[in-house]
């Protein structure tokens, strides 16, 4: 079986072209508030390396068929660069570069020591076995292996893709070192160095910045409600700990359908039904929702846990959440945040919201250069500690600035890696 993948029930709107314009806007919102001249822009906006390459797979019938497979690598003021890396039908080499610049910002906001990258692979993991994916994970490992390692640049699991693909890069990069090389990649099997934590860490911080988020509005997150869009590896985490602390879960959606129950749905019910058909449709007691309407219902909390443009002009009037925290990276338009600033929607935005994993990548790539293992509690807790300052910060920032929230994150994780480049100097 490949691994579930968060998917909208409706196709993203903005193709990599305008995820990418989405995330050179924000950066440029960032600049001007900070006072930077356009060749700040303009080295900020342009990733330092990236590489595409093809991957000719041999499929299980004994045809042949010709992948493209991307590595961007767009900031390294701060550190190594680090990023996740999808298998998805719709991967463009403007989408990676957009996500690859998110994950810079991502790192900065939450002091992790870590530039931004991303990889891609045109694939659908539902179309190949599980050999295919192996096949194809290792050629795509050897061709970007120059550029890669626990020092450079540091993959993670994305969307269809899990901690057996991980497995599959550390151990071809290993090879071809001479030696086990565990911190080339993050997000492993535990049995191979992976931390404890890793898997359910995106949706923990979620869960965090929705609790805090919740409350600076004034609602009580017990008998809260919430919608949340994807049912992969961070919505379906999400909803157990909002359910887990007593939110009603009302609707979920995958990409074969949504569901809704008024009365809450019994999420640890819902995950065994899933577990068993591999889709939330047809679950028990359950009312059928139809296209994007899952975006739309009268809820306390929506979560987009899909893709990038799922909240778009089109439909964000529309939107009656009173507060959104996005589990996906890039799930709202610029114009949509615009809509709902008007609205008196609060949106915390993804660079803050679903950093968890990232911030607990971080903490397997600490663990594995030290050969040293942390248990759960440590690690959940030092991610709480995290989430909690990072959102302090930016709510702060927010006020400070009159800004909203993703354009106080934006600006303070900018304002880092700046100052972080000034400080360096220009090589020569």
């Known amino acids: 079986m490949t691994a579930v993948v968060d998917s909208p029930t409706t196709p993203a709107i903005a193709p990599g072209a305008s995820v990418l314009a989405d995330a050179r806007s924000q950066l440029k919102t960032a600049t001007d508030v900070l006072g930077f001249d356009d060749s700040m822009f303009a080295m900020l906006a342009t990733p330092r390396r990236e590489v595409t390459v093809s991957i000719p797979l041999r499929r299980d019938n004994g045809t042949y068929e010709v992948l493209?497979?991307?590595?961007?690598?767009?900031?390294?003021?701060?550190?190594?660069?680090?990023?996740?890396?999808?298998?998805?039908?719709?991967?463009?080499?403007?989408?990676?570069?957009?996500?690859?610049?998110?994950?810079?910002?991502?790192?900065?906001?939450?002091?992790?020591?870590?530039?931004?990258?991303?990889?891609?692979?045109?694939?659908?993991?539902?179309?190949?076995?599980?050999?295919?994916?192996?096949?194809?994970?290792?050629?795509?490992?050897?061709?970007?292996?120059?550029?890669?390692?626990?020092?450079?640049?540091?993959?993670?699991?994305?969307?269809?893709?899990?901690?057996?693909?991980?497995?599959?890069?550390?151990?071809?990069?290993?090879v071809q070192q001479g030696h086990t090389v565990l911190g080339v990649t993050t997000g492993k099997p535990i049995a191979l160095g992976g931390s404890l934590g890793r898997a359910t860490a995106t949706s923990r911080g979620v869960a965090h910045v929705a609790f805090a988020a919740l409350t600076d509005r004034g609602i009580t997150v017990a008998g809260a409600t919430a919608a949340v869009q994807g049912f992969g590896?961070?919505?379906?985490?999400?909803?157990?700990?909002?359910?887990?602390?007593?939110?009603?879960?009302?609707?979920?959606?995958?990409q074969?359908?949504?569901?809704?129950?008024?009365?809450?749905?019994?999420?640890?019910?819902?995950?065994?039904?899933?577990?068993?058909?591999?889709?939330?449709?047809?679950?028990?007691?359950?009312?059928?929702?139809?296209?994007?309407?899952?975006?739309?219902?009268?809820?306390?909390?929506?979560?987009?846990?899909?893709?990038?443009?799922?909240?778009?002009?089109?439909?964000?009037?529309?939107?009656?959440?009173?507060?959104?925290?996005?589990?996906?990276?890039?799930?709202?338009?610029p114009e949509a945040d615009d809509i709902f600033r008007r609205n008196d929607i609060l949106v915390a935005p993804d660079i803050l919201a679903n950093a968890g994993g990232v911030v607990v990548s971080y903490f397997e790539w600490v663990q594995s250069s030290q050969a040293f293992w942390w248990s759960a509690d440590e690690v959940e807790s030092r991610l709480a500690q995290r989430m909690d300052i990072a959102w302090r910060d930016v709510n702060a920032a927010a006020r400070k600035r009159g800004l909203a929230l993703r354009d106080a994150a934006t600006v303070l994780a900018v304002e880092r890696v700046a100052q972080a480049h000034l400080m360096r100097g220009l090589y020569p």
Not at 76 to 84: C, D, H, L, N
Not at 235 to 253: I, P, Q, T
Not at 257 to 273: F, N, W
Not at 281 to 310: H, K, Q, R, T
């Open 68 to 174: 493209t497979g991307h590595r961007v690598q767009h900031n390294f003021s701060r550190g190594p660069a680090k990023g996740g890396l999808r298998y998805s039908p719709d991967v463009t080499l403007d989408e990676v570069r957009a996500l690859a610049m998110w994950m810079t910002w991502k790192c900065a906001l939450l002091d992790v020591p870590y530039g931004g990258a991303k990889g891609g692979v045109r694939i659908d993991p539902r179309e190949h076995s599980q050999a295919e994916l192996e096949r194809v994970t290792r050629r795509y490992t050897s061709e970007i292996s120059p550029l890669i390692g626990p020092e450079r640049d540091i993959p993670a699991p994305d969307i269809g893709t899990d901690e057996r693909t991980m497995a599959w890069m550390m151990d071809t990069y290993s």
């Open 233 to 254: 590896k961070v919505g379906r985490y999400a909803a157990r700990f909002l359910a887990e602390a007593g939110m009603k879960v009302v609707a979920v959606s995958d």
């Open 256 to 333: 074969y359908g949504a569901i809704a129950d008024e009365r809450g749905l019994d999420v640890p019910a819902l995950e065994e039904h899933v577990d068993a058909t591999g889709s939330v449709v047809g679950f028990a007691g359950s009312d059928v929702l139809e296209g994007s309407a899952l975006l739309e219902l009268d809820v306390d909390l929506l979560v987009p846990a899909a893709v990038e443009g799922v909240l778009h002009a089109g439909n964000a009037e529309r939107v009656k959440a009173k507060v959104i925290v996005e589990g996906a990276n890039g799930p709202t338009t």
